[in-house]
């Protein structure tokens, strides 16, 4: 039989547990009441677009209550006049066709919606209902039921109208208008014929053509006559320079062309040169408009608590009203937002995210707990002892190193050759005037200016923009979304990097485990499977799962001692699964010590144990062997050493395994080897790694779902794609490659422009031809190239 | 000849026309979403006919 899979969110479904349900067949309850809502509602089309597009909903029971709060409700609304309510939720899970038209059809399943919007590229949904008939609770909930359970954090919490600046837009608007009005009225001049009419309408024409100019030249160059005035005020000769002189002189002498009716001037070049160079400056930004690079912990802590009054009674409350003394419950899978002592008796609280510890610790009452840790397991009762602003974590977020955005004056490769390109430019330019001035004065003059105009770095200034704008295509369609263009040219440099050994080079999602000591019987399992069922440590958890499924057996006596073991009676066998002391285990060598274990005794008898390793992820192996032929490899870690002798059994032998770091030392690390010359490329994950990523030259987050959450980075990597980082490497140097290559074509451009130049005789016309041509060569150069390296080094992995 | 002023201010003035309504059109936002637009579209028709075959078999149970 052929694994089947379920109908609504295509997970293949496990033997013996599908649910058949008019005709269809579903992995899970909660699948089939998502076709059940749709098929009610008339909705089944959900299905046509897209084979098997949902996900199954998830079980949120109590989770929303905090959107009753008039004050939080109010603080999430993006509109509320009336009845009449519009909010913006972030709904991760928008990603097919079936999704876009599900939500914009949801005024059928839930009736108070008026209309509902998505924005697929930000997975945004806009709904406008009436906060009467529904509310946004109930609007939550059902989005919920059908799948698409939305993303609320702190960072909801002020949602100021952020203005979306589309200055560039406008820009380049104005500069095509400019441009293309100006072409079609240049058009007769360029036949230069002489013709009675025309010579008639000759100033009219250039009038025109003169104050068609101004809006492009005032308004749409504007940044570079900025950004060239900041780079001379800071003594770096950017590319921007040659580009703003260039502009001028060409305006100026254009001015003069026409006042002193000498010719038609430049105005056609002038403003075709502007829009092209807008045009690469547009291409260069691509946003990935549904991640975010600068995110902080608002992102990923609550937006309210349940706080517990001194009634009893329990209230939601926006998380920046908790104040020292309040009594806080968090249920499972909730994130602790404030540190605090925990009042119930027992916790596990899963760190992963924040110091790098692959296993939950465990916390007994009266500890001292943190935030930013999970809670796994039952509801737990917490006494607040730092409100948010003052707990460790966000302590830790202010802290200056860890804000610091590391300011280094990147010198870009096209500011590189430009400090070259000008003082040479201004050579030629000043050497043609100067052999000119000896015959005559005019043509000298218009030496000077013709070299400044011709020379003007468009080309080059395109090529940069263009490579970049494409290879950051290239790697957003492989998963691998770049903060901007800039970080390609970072990536070729690094000549170290650094690894997070927790949720980097190991996976979140599972564990291995590995049984030492005495061969269990089969019938010692099952009692073993049986036993566990009943806990809720999470290290049984791992080991339930893992063990074979059994027939169901009652445990009769079961005890679980925090912080020890399991004690449990079972067909009359005395069953011990716990650390170590508990069961009273032999003693073991150091190295072993270290390691995750859970030991096993069954009627006093010592059995063995199972050892608890982490999963790195596929191709880690081959990855850093690649790498470490080119590259320093250094492994930082949070968690104990106890994987060390595995990691080095795995990893090439050079490379460095540092354990046992804190956020802070982490971040001293990097510092420490930039200090000593090194370009260093962090790759982490979590929030213990932040601030090595904003302190390292290139931070790479890695993502299980990119969509969640990963801390402030300068790109981010799908974790499917890991071990493609080698990739993305080689593509960096090679895109470093093609920008050389069309330096030099662009070079050969500008000798051919200035051959006319120096000798007097650039023409209009020949300005018009060589500008658009060399833009277009090097735009579809560059582009080709791109394309080319991408997909042959895709070919040779 | 005079009316080549004529012509081309009205030419000027249609290209001032529809470069208004572009600087109105990104105003408004149109340009920050350029996919689900796209994916919208073809979309109406799907709802219709459901309704329809909803509404025929009513009738038909009507009958």
């Not at chain 1, 067949?25 to 089939?32: D, E, Q, V």
């Not at chain 1, 009219?204 to 100019?213: G, K, S, W």
């Not at chain 1, 069922?533 to 057996?553: C, G, V, W």
């Not at chain 1, 009769?556 to 001692?561: D, G, N, P, V």
Request: aromatic share 12%; hydrophobic share 40%.
């Amino acid at each position: 039989m052929s694994v089947q899979s379920c109908f609504h969110c295509g997970l293949t479904i496990i033997k013996n547990e599908e649910i058949y349900f008019d005709e269809k067949i579903f992995c899970c309850n909660g699948c089939k009441t998502v076709y059940e809502i749709f098929s009610l509602h008339d909705l089944t089309c959900y299905y046509d677009f897209e084979k098997s597009p949902g996900a199954s909903p998830q079980d949120i029971q109590g989770k929303y209550d905090f959107l009753d709060n008039e004050a939080i409700l109010s603080k999430i609304l993006e509109f509320q006049e009336g009845n009449t309510a519009i909010v913006s939720l972030n709904i991760p899970h928008i990603h097919c066709s079936s999704c876009i038209w599900i939500l914009e059809n949801l005024n059928k399943i839930q009736s108070g919606i008026s209309t509902s919007q998505v924005n697929f590229p930000e997975k945004k949904f806009r709904i406008t209902f009436n906060s009467e008939t529904v509310s946004l609770k109930e609007i939550v909930y059902t989005l919920s039921s059908i799948g698409y359970e939305p993303y609320i954090s702190l960072e909801n919490y002020e949602t100021g109208k952020n203005n979306v600046d589309r200055s560039l837009t406008y820009k380049l608007g104005v500069a095509f208008f400019c441009f293309g009005n100006i072409m079609l009225l240049s058009f007769p001049e360029y036949f230069e014929i002489k013709e009675f009419w025309l010579d008639n309408y000759k100033p009219f024409f250039r009038a025109l053509i003169f104050v068609l100019a101004l809006p492009s030249l005032l308004y749409s160059a504007s940044d570079y006559y900025v950004s060239a005035y900041k780079s001379l005020k800071s003594r770096m000769l950017n590319i921007d320079i040659p580009i703003a002189l260039g502009i001028i002189v060409m305006f100026v002498r254009s001015t003069f062309d026409v006042i002193m009716n000498y010719g038609s001037g430049f105005f056609d070049s002038l403003t075709g040169l502007i829009f092209f160079m807008l045009l690469g400056k547009m291409f260069q930004i691509k946003t990935y408009s549904f991640l975010s690079f600068e995110r902080d912990f608002k992102s990923y802590f609550p937006i309210a608590v349940t706080r517990i009054n001194l009634d009893t009674s329990e209230e939601n409350v926006p998380i920046y009203d908790v104040i020292k003394g309040n009594r806080l419950l968090i249920r499972n899978q909730e994130l602790i937002p404030v540190d605090g002592i925990l009042m119930s008796d027992k916790a596990e609280i899963d760190y992963s995210f924040v110091t790098g510890e692959a296993v939950p610790t465990t916390k007994k009452s009266g500890d001292k707990i943190f935030a930013g840790g999970k809670q796994i397991g039952k509801v737990i009762e917490m006494e607040v002892l730092h409100s948010v602003s003052q707990s460790y974590l966000t302590q830790l977020w202010s802290n200056e190193i860890f804000q610091k955005k590391v300011f280094q004056k990147h010198k870009t490769i096209t500011d590189a050759i430009s400090r070259y390109f000008t003082p040479i430019l201004l050579l030629i330019a000043l050497a043609g005037f100067g052999y000119w001035i000896f015959f005559d004065a005019n043509t000298a003059f218009n030496v000077f200016t013709a070299v400044l105009i011709v020379a003007c770095p468009c080309a080059l200034a395109l090529t940069a923009p263009f490579t970049f704008g494409n290879i950051l295509r290239i790697m957003g369609k492989q998963k691998m979304y770049l903060k901007n263009a800039l970080v390609i040219e970072q990536l070729a440099k690094v000549d170290t990097i650094v690894f997070d050994k927790t949720g980097t080079i190991t996976t979140n999602i599972k564990s291995n485990i590995l049984y030492e000591g005495m061969a269990l019987s089969d019938e010692n399992i099952v009692l073993i499977k049986n036993v566990l069922r009943a806990s809720n440590h999470p290290l049984s958890r791992m080991l339930y799962d893992f063990l074979p499924e059994t027939q169901k057996i009652k445990t009769a006596k079961f005890e679980e001692i925090t912080g020890k073991g399991i004690q449990a009676f079972i067909e009359n066998k005395n069953i011990q699964i716990g650390s170590g002391v508990f069961v009273e285990a032999p003693v073991l060598e150091v190295s072993q010590i270290e390691k995750t274990t859970l030991h096993i005794k069954i009627e006093n008898n010592y059995y063995g144990r199972f050892i608890f390793e982490n999963q790195y992820r596929d191709g880690l192996e081959k990855l850093f062997f690649a790498l470490s032929k080119k590259y320093q490899i250094k492994v930082l870690s949070g968690d104990n050493d106890g994987e060390r002798t595995n990691l080095e059994t795995i990893l090439p032998k050079n490379t460095e395994l540092i354990f046992n770091q804190k956020p802070e030392q982490k971040l001293e690390f990097i510092k420490k080897l930039q200090e000593s010359g090194k370009n260093v490329m962090m790759v982490g994950d979590g929030l213990n790694d932040a601030g090595a990523l904003a302190q390292s030259n290139v931070g790479i987050s890695v993502s299980e779902n990119v969509n969640v959450f990963s801390p402030a980075c300068d790109a981010i990597l799908d974790a499917s794609e890991f071990s493609r980082l080698d990739y993305f490497l080689k593509l960096s140097h090679k895109s470093i490659l093609i920008i050389k290559m069309s330096f030099v074509l662009s070079l050969l451009y500008n000798i051919v422009g200035l051959s006319f130049a120096i000798t007097g005789n650039l023409l209009p016309l020949v300005a018009a031809i060589i500008m658009p041509l060399s833009t277009v060569t090097i735009v579809s150069f560059v582009t080709v190239m791109s394309n080319y390296f991408a997909f042959r080094n895709l070919k040779s992995l | 000849m005079s009316v080549i002023y004529l012509l081309i201010s009205v030419s000027i003035f249609v290209a001032i026309c529809f470069f208004i309504a572009f600087i109105v059109a990104v105003k408004s936002g149109q340009y920050d979403d350029d996919y689900t637009p796209s994916v919208r579209m073809l979309f109406d028709d799907e709802t219709k006919i459901t309704s329809q075959n909803k509404n025929q078999s009513t009738e038909e149970k009507q009958v």
